[in-house]
């Protein structure tokens, strides 16, 4: 990368700024976080202001994918590349004067999905004149974005390559019993001695007649099941039973991956609960793509039964919208 010296005082300036305050009170005031991420969005969008002048545009995109990377391995959560981008907008967007108090980050996130300015500024004055918390908002706007959109049934997502019944072989030592990983945390001694001849990483595929051929594959070629559904709960959640392996049956619940319907205290929402119950009851048999869990604990997944793929199916009947999952 370019100017890595300029980049090197940047990234030292906002570290600092994050650890004397995000960082030291995890209780910190929201006003607080605001005044944070706000000089943040200042040192990023002068810098980039800086290296554009003196002829070098597409520095800004370098900055903002490097920071993203430096600032989540030091940190982990909280500087998604969306993320940085939304602490630039509030600079370049905001004076402080203009910031307001009753107002959370979360909330200023929300708003700026809203590319249009008069109508994100009509819905900043909604939140704070009708008290909206974040949630009401998120609401109100997901339904904006979704009647506002150009092409409200585009889905771009497809499901990964995977394939059920694969196991990965788990040996603690050379001469440990075979164990195996059938995912979700699940494991079982191997049921048959020729099991114990392959080396711990190995993969197997489970065949109809019960026994294990080695093949080679990626690990994000595994975690595929299949399943029957047991509950739509609500427009972008479902609870299933999956089957890992004859007569091991779990119970989970999946947020559809890409798929964001309104609340169920809300008619759309209520409506697109049907929607989904309604598509799910005419199949039989579910295959499931996992893609790890959310902030809530539930599995991301892709879901797909005789060449139908539900997230997508669900997207062009209009009862929900796509919305990108990238952790933040």
């Known amino acids: ?103 959370t980050w979360s909330h200023y996130c929300i708003l700026f999905t809203i590319k249009n300015l008069d109508d994100r500024k009509k819905f900043e004055q909604l939140a704070i004149t009708q008290n909206l918390n974040k949630r009401e908002l998120q609401q109100q706007v997901a339904l904006y974005l979704q009647n506002n959109s150009d092409n409200p049934n585009d889905f771009p997502l497809t499901p990964r390559k995977a394939a059920p019944n694969i196991v990965k072989v788990i040996k603690d030592s050379k001469d440990a019993p075979a164990m195996l990983d059938l995912g979700f945390g699940v494991t079982i001694e191997a049921d048959t001695p020729s099991l114990k001849k392959y080396p711990h990483g190995t993969y197997l595929s489970r065949q109809q007649n019960s026994k294990y051929k080695q093949i080679e594959c990626t690990s994000s070629e595994r975690y595929c099941y299949k399943g029957t559904v047991l509950q739509a709960v609500d427009g972008d959640t479902v609870k299933m039973r999956i089957t890992l392996a004859p007569k091991i049956q779990i119970t989970q619940r999946f947020r559809l991956r890409g798929v964001d319907a309104m609340e169920l205290n809300t008619e759309a929402g209520v409506a697109a609960q049907k929607a989904l119950t309604k598509m799910l009851k005419k199949q039989k048999e579910i295959t499931v793509y996992t893609y790890g869990n959310d902030k809530y604990g539930r599995y991301i997944a892709d879901l797909e039964s005789n060449d139908i793929y539900i997230n997508k199916q669900l997207i062009k009947t209009g009862h929900a919208r796509y919305i990108s999952m990238t952790a933040e």
Request: contains cysteine; glycine residues 4%; aromatic residues 10%.
């Open 1 to 103: 990368m370019e100017n890595i010296q300029d980049y090197s005082s940047l990234l030292s300036e906002i570290c600092n700024l994050y650890e004397n305050t995000l960082l030291k009170n995890e209780t910190v005031h929201s006003t607080e976080k605001k005044e944070a991420y706000w000089q943040m969005g200042r040192l990023i969008s002068e810098q980039i202001l800086i290296q554009t002048k003196s002829g070098k545009p597409k520095y800004g995109r370098q900055i903002m994918s490097k920071l993203c990377k430096d600032m989540t391995r030091k940190y982990g959560k909280g500087f998604s590349l969306r993320s940085i981008h939304y602490m630039k907008h509030f600079a370049d967007e905001y004076k402080r004067s203009q910031i307001n108090r009753t107002l």
